[in-house]
């Protein structure tokens, strides 16, 4: 009953808190106003905040103390915590006290008693914070620093490879209990994150026992009724579904709760549950076999930019984005080879390909897509693209190219559309008008 009674009143402490922080940062800002704006009548409702801020980081510390007697928290964070929470009440006291005295104690003693107030209100707050959201929680999400792991299970190339534990049961753990249950925030002292800590047990003790199910601590806690209080997860958090627990019986049971043991092992209905939740590799897989990634690598450190197009044909774009280029173009076009039936979507605008290169660009047999706009190409180079059987879209804005340069184009029947703006041929040539009416959109700008 009194028990009860505590647990009610400290639950306020959270609620609580935000008020002393509060009242303590605005004394601090009320300060600033007196001293740089010039306001010496507001040195009142420094002292005014400040005794405030005392007053309820009092009320937050017994607060505080009452919420710790319920217990199910980590105790370093909690005693560093405590310790900060009621040196943040002195020393709002006593900046209270020297304030009202300044004239006495001096302005610089004032100051620094402030600035050690407002340090040991961090140093609280940042350990508050943790205690109830994991050491974690601010740095979780920055930009900076590593990122939290991911919720999926690891990658599998294939459902023989996957084990009971890792693949299936943890992912479970770690979207129904991690968040009570990890480094950081090991509430009844169990860390179910890694095998290794849950073989630690809690604070009574192992969780499980290998081959004997009905006595594992951990299975008896998952299958109460949901309103008994040791049933878990604790506070009405999403519980385990029945497959959930299955799986997890399973595995102690029958899996002797063995980290390695394999999900082909398990019951059949089981691995039928489990398959679609895995993280099987699906295309990858098919890349990993058709493209050599290690060649990709190479040529994006020449300048190229290269994307997988479909994974199981292993198709590219690659684009020449002109500043990478420099001057060097045809060189950097040799490096294609290697892969030149794979390369779909060919970009070299604005590299300075010449006529002599466009040999180079007829050996990929499989280009689809070709955009060589803005280089000094003419119709001598153009007519050395008619070998190009499945080209289907050409940009050649801004190039050489004249209405001669259109006949061998007229051979290619794959040809779609055909830009272009900018060159010397005119809309009206009668080749203009041959190609058009054997169905390719050809686009004059302007
Ligand atoms: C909302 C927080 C919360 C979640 C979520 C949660 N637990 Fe707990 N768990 C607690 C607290 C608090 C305790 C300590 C109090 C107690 O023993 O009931 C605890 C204790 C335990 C214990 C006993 C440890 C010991 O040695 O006494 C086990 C086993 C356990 N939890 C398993 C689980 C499992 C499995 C899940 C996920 C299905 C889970 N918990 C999810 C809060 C939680």
């Not at 049971?253 to 390695?260: E, S």
């Not at 190229?304 to 590219?316: K, M, N, P, T």
Request: glycine share 8%; net charge neutral; aromatic share 8%.
């Amino acid at each position: 009953m009194i028990q009860d009674l505590i647990t009610f009143i400290g639950r306020f402490h959270p609620l609580w808190v935000h008020l002393p922080i509060g009242f303590l940062i605005i004394a601090v800002f009320f300060k600033a106003y007196v001293v740089l704006g010039k306001k010496p009548a507001m040195q009142e409702a420094v002292s005014f905040s400040l005794l405030l801020g005392t007053i309820s980081a009092l009320i937050a510390a017994v607060l505080g103390f009452l919420l710790s007697q319920s217990g199910g928290y980590e105790d370093d964070l909690l005693v560093i915590h405590l310790m900060a929470g009621w040196t943040t009440v002195i020393i709002s006291g006593i900046a209270w006290w020297v304030n009202k005295n300044e004239l006495r104690f001096g302005r610089k003693l004032n100051y620094t008693v402030l600035g050690f107030m407002i340090l040991a209100l961090s140093v609280t707050g940042h350990f508050g914070g943790s205690l109830t959201h994991g050491e974690d929680y601010l740095t979780a999400f920055a930009p900076f620093g590593e990122k939290q792991k991911e919720t999926k299970g690891r990658v599998l190339a294939k459902v023989e490879d996957a084990e009971v534990f890792t693949d299936v049961i943890q992912p479970i753990l770690r979207s129904k209990c991690q968040s009570c249950h990890r480094s950081g925030k090991s509430k009844g002292e169990l860390n179910l994150a890694s095998y290794e800590t849950m073989l630690q047990g809690g604070e009574n003790g192992p969780v499980f026992i290998a081959a004997d199910a009905e006595k594992s601590e951990l299975i008896r806690r998952v299958t109460l009724p949901s309103d008994h209080e040791d049933f878990m997860p604790a506070e009405g958090k999403k519980p385990l579904t029945e497959a959930e627990i299955q799986v997890l019986i399973w595995w102690i049971a029958k899996g002797k709760a063995d980290p390695k043991a394999s999900l082909m092992a398990a019951d059949e209905e089981i691995i039928a549950w489990a398959k679609p939740r895995l993280n099987i590799l699906g295309g990858e897989k098919m890349l990993a076999v058709s493209i050599d990634t290690v060649h990709l690598k190479a040529l994006e450190k020449m300048g190229f930019r290269v994307r997988v197009l479909s994974h199981e044909s292993g198709a590219l774009d690659v684009v020449l984005p002109s500043d990478a280029a420099k001057d060097r173009a045809s060189e950097l076009l040799k490096a294609l080879l290697p892969i030149k039936d794979q390369i779909y979507w060919l970009s070299l605008a604005g590299t300075g390909i010449q006529d002599a290169d466009m040999a180079q660009i007829a050996q990929f047999p499989n280009l689809q897509r070709l955009r060589i706009e803005n280089n000094p190409v003419s119709d001598s180079g153009i007519s050395g693209l008619r070998s190009l059987s499945k080209l289907e879209s050409l940009n050649l804005n801004g190039t050489k190219v004249s209405g001669a340069g259109l006949e061998p184009l007229a051979e290619i029947n794959s040809l779609k559309s055909l830009f272009l703006w900018n060159t010397a041929i005119d809309p009206q040539d009668q080749r203009v008008e041959k190609i058009s009416a054997a169905g390719v959109k050809v686009v004059f700008g302007g």
